[in-house]
T-cell receptor, first 115, second 111 residues
Framework: NAGVTQTPKFQVLKTGQSMTLQCAQD?????MYWYRQDPGMGLRLIYY???????DKGEVPNGYNVSRLNKREFSLRLESAAPSQTSVYFC??????????????FGQGTRLTVV | GENVEQHPSTLSVQEGDSAVIKCTYS??????FPWYKQELGKRPQLIID?????GEKKDQRIAVTLNKTAKHFSLHITETQPEDSAVYFC??????????FGTGTSLTVIP
């Protein structure tokens, strides 16, 4: 049981390049999320998916796109990277059921630098 | 959407003292409030949570209190130890969906 797995762990991009961050969970969770973490700003929600086939914008969606490929996988795409997107990105998932397992579980993070 | 504010941003305490971190939220529909601990270079991990039908919850040295009327909840750590040093995040959620986080508190426990 790996939980939430993100790839890659580190990435350096040049301004204007594109890339996709991959995330997969093996906990049969309904909801998946992408957050970015910047110093002093906490964890800000970029996009989320409440169930397979649905995606919605969070607090800071500009410059990003997402795909909920299936129940397990939720990818984040940067079409034209900008230095302002330098950050640590976390994928998370939750059951989205009002039961005992309510918390969000996080992946190990991707440290992205855009130069 | 939900807005979660967290204070203080940094906190230093002597080992053995207590630490208190406070959060407020804006959406009265929020009913689930988890607290996460993030050690340097690691992922956030849940340490305690509380639901809106409960006013207080304890787990050994950690406790969380919730005031729904004031839309305010707090994390209390007693008898702090150096291994409690980390960044702590509060969050608010509706039924465990769309978690919105505070900006974090960097806690340093001085031996």
């Amino acid at each position: 049981n790996a939980g939430v797995t993100q790839t890659p762990k580190f990435q350096v991009l040049k301004t204007g390049q594109s890339m996709t961050l991959q995330c997969a969970q093996d906990m049969n969770h309904n909801s998946m999320y992408w957050y970015r973490q910047d110093p002093g700003m906490g964890l800000r929600l970029i996009y989320y998916s409440a169930s397979e086939g649905t995606t919605d914008k969070g607090e800071v969606p500009n410059g990003y796109n997402v795909s909920r490929l299936n129940k397990r996988e939720f990818s984040l795409r940067l079409e034209s990277a900008a230095p302002s997107q330098t950050s640590v990105y976390f994928c998370a998932s939750s059951a989205n059921l009002w039961g005992t397992d309510t918390e969000a579980f996080f992946g190990q993070g991707t440290r992205l630098t855009v130069v | 959407g939900e807005n979660v504010e967290q204070h203080p941003s940094t906190l230093s305490v002597q080992e053995g003292d207590s630490a208190v971190i406070k959060c407020t939220y804006s959406d009265s529909a929020s009913n689930y409030f988890p607290w996460y601990k993030q050690e340097l270079g690691k992922r956030p991990q849940l340490i305690i949570d509380i639901r809106s039908n409960v006013g207080e919850k304890k787990d050994q040295r950690i406790a969380v209190t919730l005031n729904k009327t004031a839309k305010h909840f707090s994390l209390h750590i007693t008898e702090t130890q150096p291994e409690d040093s980390a960044v702590y995040f509060c969050a608010a959620s509706i039924y465990g969906n769309q978690f919105y986080f505070g900006t974090g508190t960097s806690l340093t426990v001085i031996p």
